[in-house]
């Protein structure tokens, strides 16, 4: 259901397989996993190292980086709600996590773009090496990035470069989630998760993520909930609204969720990873034309304001932050 594609195969110039392969698994899942992607494992440990540092300092100190749903800080456990009744965010179910967030260094040379889409990002004075550390992974995950647009375009029988172009001023979303043990959250409510079920907003998500108990599923055609497998060095890697959108839902963009441990491990800790990728903002998304997409009749939207009307829906409201613990 969700393969495991090497990168070196591509590279080596089994191209036409691995479009093929690439295809299949967006069209059933919307998740691939990502071998032979080349980024240092190393450099992921000592950023995991760096984050703890930071998430381990007192909510007073933290406090100072506070940012919201979609903007560039700290965003505290309780702030961030993934779950939703209808089309308002469910507050009383916030997701179980904290985040570290920043994004891409970058001026498009537009004073509103660039404010909107490319502030500075923070930069904790207590970890010294965070912000540096934080800039090499972007770096390097975002050459990974361009190599993946090269095979969905491949995959879709697109002109080389398609995507590419049309992503050289994006901004991206660089994650790094904390799930707290359940000591420190108290049990989950009915329906609460570390994540809770959803699906991403813009183009790929990359995901470097550690084996637990509270893992990431992902939600199958039937309805059921299954596992995402999960391979030493390999990336999990998904699309999300927009590019299924550009491909007339061709391919998937898929619910998944993030579970929180069980009672009987209520010390477990993950960090996770996360690299949301995006097109340029202003950007019209509308379905290929056929046979690539499924679909013609998804009316157009601007990129941007997709991202920032998903981005608004998901923030708690301070009124209802006294909820979360």
Known sequence: MIPLIDLYRWRRGDRAAVAAETDAALRESGFLLISGHGIDPTLRAKLRTAA??????????KSRYAAPVGGRGWIPIGKEANAFYGLEADTSRADLKESLTMGRDFATGDAA????????????????DLAELCALYAEQVRALYDELLDVCDAALGLPEGFFRARSRNSPHTFNINR??????????????FRVAPHTDWGMLTIL???????????????GDWVDAPLHDDAYTINIGDLLARWTGDRWRSTRHRVLPPPADQPGEELISLIMFMEADVDTEVT???????????????????????????????????????
């Open 113 to 128: 773009t660039d404010a909107a889409w490319f502030a500075p990002n923070v930069q904790p004075a207590e970890v010294r």
């Open 52 to 61: 703890k540092e930071f998430f381990d300092l007192p909510d007073s100190t």
């Open 208 to 222: 470097d993520r550690q084996a637990g108990y509270g893992g990431l599923q992902i939600q199958t055609l039937d």
């Open 179 to 192: 799930y707290p043990p359940l000591r420190e959250t108290g049990a989950p409510q009915e329906g609460q």
């Open 287 to 325: 379905p290929l034309p056929a046979p690539i997409s499924v679909r013609q009749d998804l009316p157009p939207v601007r990129y941007g304001d997709y991202l920032a009307e998903r981005a608004r829906a998901a923030s708690v409201a301070l009124e209802t932050e006294s909820m979360t613990g």
